[in-house]
Structures are given as structure tokens and as C-alpha cells.
């Protein structure tokens, strides 16, 4: 390569670009990530700049604040829903079914007190204000504030005060932050979407009405004659509902299943205005958002997904690599 006057530039002297990873909501399927940052820095590719949004946030947070092994190693101790369901602190009034406050005691035992801007990366949680509907990159403060914040899945948890904005999940605005990657000075951004298997939510149903012989429908008996058992629990009733069964979705499977067709649309339509330069896309569809029991096969998921990408990231490192410093084209003779 030749420099401004003409002199060869080695291509050790080449400048390795600015990485930046922006990581997409998922809930469970946040896990992947795991795999995913494992792959990249292990072949060498480390982020400058990791910014996520609701579990991406997350992952993101705890590997800027270097305790992604604690979080490894936390997701693949939940071996069963009992597991799952001692995090989940009901509450049966507020702004959502669930306050949070033991998930975000375990997020805080990883990374303490850290502040955003005492991280050696670069670092912004995504989460959206809930009066104005804004953008809100969070990237001052604590750290476990702004996961908080930007994992408050409307309805399922409560919303956080942050200053003075209250602020719920940024999938409702940016589920894959690539605009906060570029903003926060990436000069290549390698994305990672983790709903981009959901094939059926792009779907038109032209024509659909009652069942021919539709089934009898299930009546509930009239609230004042169920029998309760004599040590009834109102949270242990309300875990049921959550749930739901067999034969009917429960309250987090309607609302999850809603927000999830909703992030999936606003993707789309986010990445096709603002494309990052490598998109990762681990096939995961067919995990539930609270599976988080399944740390395991997600972390392998998504470690694949990193490993058929690896060679259009180095492709793209060496074509997109800035300059050297006073390199430029062949000086006229």
C-alpha cells in the first residue's frame, strides 16, 4: 500500500476499526448472546462499543462490567421453572405483575455499583419513556439501573424512574439499537437479532371466521360458589393466570406473545433503515421467552450462529478497516 508520499505502509500499521456489537430483546433468548460474545472474542473480534436493548442490555451491561462468567454461570443454575419462579416477586397492585426487585438484587450482586461512565467500554442501555413515547439511551448511572430499566416489559414489570422520566422496555422503540452502536462511535457494527426466525408473524390470513361446529365453551363457575382450598394463596393463583395452561394462554404468554409480533415488525423496519454492517441471526424461534431454564442449549445456539458469521466479519474488518494515519491515495507523479 502506498502512502501519501509514496512510501509502502506495512498492513501491521493498519488501524483496526472500532467494533461495536448492538444486542436485540429476547427475554430468555437474551442467553444467546452469551454464545455469541464467547465466539467473537475468541476469534479475536472484541467490541469497542456494546449497546443493547431489554435482555441485550443485560448481557451487555455484565460483559462491559467484565462479569459475563457470573452471568454464564448464574443462567446455567436455572435448571428448572421452580428456578425461574423464585425471581418472580407477584404483585398484586402497581404498574406491573411483577416489581423486580429480586431480579435486579441478582443483577446488582454481579456488577454492584458500577457506574455507566466508569466502564472500560463504551456502553448504553435502550429503553423508551413511557409519557412520550422517546428514545432514551441510557449512558450515565448505574448500570443496573439502566438494564432495569430497559428490560421493563410494559405490564410485566414495573416501570423505573430514572431522573425524572419513567422508563419501560426500549423494544418498544429500538429493539436492536444499531443507530446507539454508530452514535457511540462504531465504525462497524455487527448486530445480533434474536427474533428473526419468526416467520409466521409476517403472515396475512385473507379470509377466516367461526369454526364450522365450534367447540362448547368452557363456563366458569360463578365466583361466590369456587370452593378455595383453606390455605388459599393469592400469589400461587396468580402464578397459575401467568401462565396459563394447557387449553389457555395465561396472561404472560398473551402479553409476550403480543409484544414479541410487535418487536419483530419495528425491527424490520429498524434494520431496513439503518442496516448494521454484519447481522447475526441465531435460529432460536422455537425457545419461549421464559426459558430461561434452557441457558444451556440457547449459549450453544448462539455461539453457532456467531461461527457462520466469523468469516464475513473478518471479510468486513479488512475492506471497512480505516486508513493509517497519513495514508492516502498514490501521490501524482
Same mark, same amino acid.
Request: cysteine-free; aromatic content about 6%; glycine content about 12%.
Given at each position: ?23 436485540? %430483546? ?14 467473537? +472474542? #475468541? ?6 462499543? @456494546? @449497546? ?6 443485560? @448481557? %451487555? ?18 435448571? %428448572? ?14 404498574? /406491573?405483575?411483577?416489581?423486580? !426487585? ?7 450482586? #454481579?456488577?454492584?455499583? =458500577?457506574?455507566? !461512565?466508569?466502564?472500560?467500554i463504551k456502553f448504553a442501555a435502550v429503553a423508551t419513556e413511557v409519557r412520550t413515547g422517546h428514545e432514551i439511551w441510557l449512558t450515565r448511572g448505574r448500570v443496573v439501573d439502566a ?9 410485566? &414489570?414495573?416501570?423505573?424512574?430514572? /431522573? ?35 416467520? =409466521? ?10 369454526m364450522p361446529q365450534p367447540p362448547a365453551p368452557v363456563t366458569e363457575e360463578p365466583a361466590a360458589k369456587r370452593r378455595f382450598p383453606k390455605f388459599f394463596s393469592a400469589e400461587k ?16 404468554? @398473551? ?10 415488525? +419495528? ?19 422455537? &425457545? /419461549?421467552?421464559?426459558? &430461561? ?41
Amino acid at each position: 500500500m502506498n502512502g501519501a508520499n509514496g512510501e509502502k505502509v506495512g498492513l501491521g500499521s493498519i488501524r483496526r476499526p472500532v467494533i461495536g456489537l448492538a444486542l436485540g %430483546g429476547g427475554a430468555a433468548r437474551g442467553f444467546a448472546h452469551i454464545g455469541i460474545l464467547r465466539t467473537l +472474542i #475468541a476469534n479475536g473480534i472484541v467490541p469497542d462499543v @456494546v @449497546v443493547g436493548t431489554s435482555i441485550g442490555a443485560v @448481557v %451487555g451491561g455484565i460483559y462491559a462490567a467484565s462479569q459475563l462468567d457470573t452471568l454464564e454461570e448464574w443462567g446455567r443454575s436455572l435448571q %428448572g421453572m421452580r428456578n425461574i419462579l423464585g425471581y418472580l416477586d407477584i404483585r398484586l397492585n402497581g404498574s /406491573g405483575l411483577i416489581g423486580g !426487585e429480586k431480579l435486579a438484587t441478582r443483577i446488582e450482586e #454481579a456488577v454492584g455499583q =458500577t457506574l455507566i !461512565e466508569d466502564l472500560p467500554i463504551k456502553f448504553a442501555a435502550v429503553a423508551t419513556e413511557v409519557r412520550t413515547g422517546h428514545e432514551i439511551w441510557l449512558t450515565r448511572g448505574r448500570v443496573v439501573d439502566a438494564m432495569r430499566a430497559s428490560y421493563a416489559l410494559p405490564g410485566i &414489570f414495573s416501570p423505573v424512574l430514572i /431522573g425524572d422520566r419513567w422508563l419501560v422496555d426500549g423494544a418498544l422503540v429500538n429493539p436492536v439499537p444499531v443507530s446507539a452502536a454508530r452514535a457511540l462511535g462504531a465504525e462497524i457494527v455487527i448486530a445480533a437479532n434474536l427474533s428473526t426466525d419468526i416467520f =409466521t408473524h409476517s403472515t396475512t390470513i385473507h379470509s377466516h371466521g367461526a369454526m364450522p361446529q365450534p367447540p362448547a365453551p368452557v363456563t366458569e363457575e360463578p365466583a361466590a360458589k369456587r370452593r378455595f382450598p383453606k390455605f388459599f394463596s393469592a400469589e400461587k393463583a396468580v402464578k397459575r393466570e401467568f401462565f396459563g395452561s394447557a387449553g389457555r394462554p395465561g396472561i404472560s404468554s @398473551v402479553m409476550v406473545d403480543a409484544f414479541n409480533i410487535m418487536q419483530d415488525r +419495528i425491527t424490520r423496519a429498524r434494520l431496513a433503515g439503518d442496516p448494521p454492517d454484519l447481522l447475526i441471526t441465531p435460529r432460536i424461534g422455537h &425457545f /419461549g421467552w421464559f426459558d &430461561f431454564h434452557r441457558a444451556d442449549d440457547l449459549i450453544a445456539f448462539g455461539a453457532r450462529a456467531a461461527e457462520r458469521a466469523l468469516d464475513s466479519i473478518q471479510e468486513a474488518i479488512e475492506v471497512l478497516a480505516p486508513a493509517p494515519e497519513g495514508a492516502g491515495p498514490k501521490a501524482s507523479e
